[in-house]
């Protein structure tokens, strides 16, 4: 994911439905349909639309209705909407667990409930452990299914391998129809008569791209631009922890026309081995030299830095003294990351968008500091 800061400074240098009736017995019928999207760096993002129809449905909807998940799957972000005037609208929910059940319960207040009878209820959730490493595949188990207080009537679930994986196998055996589009590897199935409660999962094991390699989680990640007369100087901070296999080299792509690249931790220097491109690539490719080898659930907190050219990556409004630097994606999702910029001595900080959440002037320097949060994998 890209984000812009804008800085100003002075300085000397310039869907498809799914439907709820009732039964003969006066319980609810739901039908749901649920896409699963297995993206690159072991992220998974969860969609289930739900349609509720008729008298019930709008007693549920407004009263509570809840849905989630065996609890051993945990996701990060979540998100519940409804469907009124042809857009999605944000609905409040709150954490319901029951026995064996991480779920939601959330409720469409009378203002965005539509004219008709139909009531279309988006749960959006992302998980970003839910692949395993088991060399030469990545595997990830998920729920054919939500969990819901009622039976399911039927259900349609969609599957997404990341871009130019190849699948390789799952269990149990399930009666998808697989096919490819655009690149892209999808599994396809329907069911009915599902109970309430439902646990059944399935694994999917896919042989992934070879610039998807790692299974990283950053915990934080510390992003520093010192602005020079003619260059910017970048160092990362990172903290990572490896969800993966060991790793004895670890391979990091840098914006082109990266140089002087370096690489140290808390001990000293490590080792920076370039790779040789073709001419029209259009990134640096090194390979940093952990001091030992990088196990798995280990955590590893190396600095890298390296110098761009100020003008190609901090661009400045014509006319203006703001200036745009595009803050570079990462392949992994990071927890927390932190954005700080130097400027030039003498330079003077005026505003930026988004908003700092501190400035400090040391000597003729002064440092900028913003908090973007959470990072999703480029």
Known sequence: MYLLVALTIVS???????VLAASDDGAPIIDVERAVMIGEAGMVLI???ITLQGSLGRELATNGFWTGFPEQYVNEHRQFDVWK???????TFEEVSKENFTGYSTRVPETLLPSEDLIKIRASYMGIDWVFQAVPVFGTTFPLYPALEYNISSAILH????????YAS??????????TEEGIYMLDYESDNISSYNTESVLISYTPTPWDEYLLEGLSMEHHVTINSNTLRVE???SLKNGGTYIFDYHVI???GASDVEARDRVGPLTVEYEELADNATYVSVNVIPRSTWMYLDLWKPTISYSLDKDDYLVKAEGSNTAVYTVPGYPFYIRDLSVVFTLPRGGEYISAQPAPVSTEKTGSRTEVVFNLGSSIPY
């Open 12 to 18: 000397v240098f310039q869907p498809t439905i799914t």
């Open 47 to 49: 969609t289930d639309i």
């Open 85 to 91: 005037d042809e857009k999605w609208q944000s609905l």
């Open 159 to 166: 599957v997404e391998l990341p871009p130019g994986a190849d």
């Open 170 to 179: 799952m269990s149990p055996i399930v009666n998808f129809t697989k096919y």
């Open 236 to 238: 990362d901070s990172y």
């Open 254 to 256: 840098l914006p082109l």
